[in-house]
């Protein structure tokens, strides 16, 4: 079975743009989570999506945002980028729901604001 | 709110030395606990898990009880190998009403060198 794919592995963004992120959950998960790991404050919570809906969010600026497809895939979006959002963004899936469905995550995507 | 604290690292063995990683916590209702593994440039993997007070979770050498009296949830392994240098995350969920939201509280992580 597939693990969680996401991509780009790799990017590199200007100061104030913006970026896509995309996440395709293994095979019958339903619930996509995302996740800012740096250095500094190490994993944070951004989300979680079930069935396309926004069930859960941590504390980060609207910039920060995401969606879910009827397919499971997730995508997260980034606008007016800072330099300080340069990290490895995370994404997992779970059957969702269920205790015993404990997350699966990607290799990440690294972002780097210059 | 909900907090995890991992013992400072980084923690350096020899091959086949004893590995204690502690991780104790505070959370406000009933958490799951979890340790995940990270390798160097790949995601997190779920190393173990335990679910109520007591359980022990066990995989690949390694062990962890959770301990609700102490809020403990301490990381073991008898005799470590080369390929076990990564980074180790100590976690936590408090599952509202049965249903998992996907937010997983983590320790700030402890890096691990096994020297041969």
């Known amino acids: 079975k597939a693990g969680v794919t996401q991509t780009p592995r790799y990017l590199i963004k200007t100061r104030g743009q913006q970026v896509t992120l995309s996440c395709s959950p293994i095979?019958?998960?339903?619930?996509v989570s995302w996740y800012q790991q740096t250095p500094g404050q190490g994993l944070q919570f951004l989300f979680e999506?079930?069935?396309?809906?926004?069930?859960n969010k941590g504390n980060f600026p609207g910039r920060f945002s995401g969606r879910q497809f009827s397919n499971s895939r997730s995508e997260m979006n980034v606008s007016t980028l800072e330099l300080g959002d340069s990290a490895l963004y995370l994404c997992?899936?779970?059957?969702?729901?269920?205790?015993?469905?404990?997350?699966?995550f990607g290799n990440g995507t690294r972002l780097t604001v210059t | 709110g909900n907090s995890v604290t991992q013992m400072e690292g980084p923690v350096t063995l020899s091959e086949e030395a004893f590995l204690t990683i502690n991780c104790t916590y505070t959370?406000?209702?009933?958490?799951?606990l979890f340790w995940y593994v990270q390798y160097p440039g790949e995601g997190l993997q779920l190393l173990l898990k335990?679910?109520?007070?007591?359980d022990k979770g066990s995989n690949k050498g390694f062990e962890a009880t959770y301990r609700k009296e102490t809020t403990s949830f301490h990381l073991e392994k008898g005799s470590v190998q080369v390929s076990d240098s990564a980074v180790y995350f100590c976690?936590?969920?408090?599952?509202?009403?049965?249903?998992?939201?996907?937010?997983?509280?983590f320790g700030q992580g402890t890096i691990l060198t096994v020297h041969p």
């Open positions: 999506y079930f069935s396309e809906t926004q069930r």
């Open positions: 959370a406000t209702g009933y958490p799951s």
């Open positions: 335990a679910t109520k007070a007591d």
């Open positions: 976690a936590l969920e408090v599952i509202a009403g049965g249903t998992s939201y996907g937010k997983l509280t």
């Open positions: 095979s019958g998960h339903r619930s």
């Open positions: 997992a899936s779970s059957l969702g729901g269920n205790v015993n469905s404990p997350l699966h």
